[in-house]
């Protein structure tokens, strides 16, 4: 995956879980890019507070 692509996942990521009002935090070699801090791979890690009542509303997304 190119750097757009994965730009493009993260932004449908992260607004599923805004609009569904879920907690997150982003973490990654992307990450740690846009403070300043660049790495070769390019990888993006979310640790997300999905909670049980969250799965159905996950999955017609």
Avoid: N, W
């Avoid at 730009?7 to 973490?27: D, F, P």
């Avoid at 990654?28 to 799965?55: E, N």
């Amino acid at each position: 995956m190119k750097l757009p692509d994965i730009i493009e996942v993260v932004l449908k990521v992260t607004g599923t879980l805004e609009r569904l009002g879920i907690a997150y935090h982003i973490g990654g070699s992307l990450a740690s890019s846009a403070f300043g801090i660049p790495r070769a791979t390019l990888d993006i890690d979310i640790v997300a507070d999905i909670k049980a009542q969250h799965i159905s509303q996950l999955y017609e997304y």
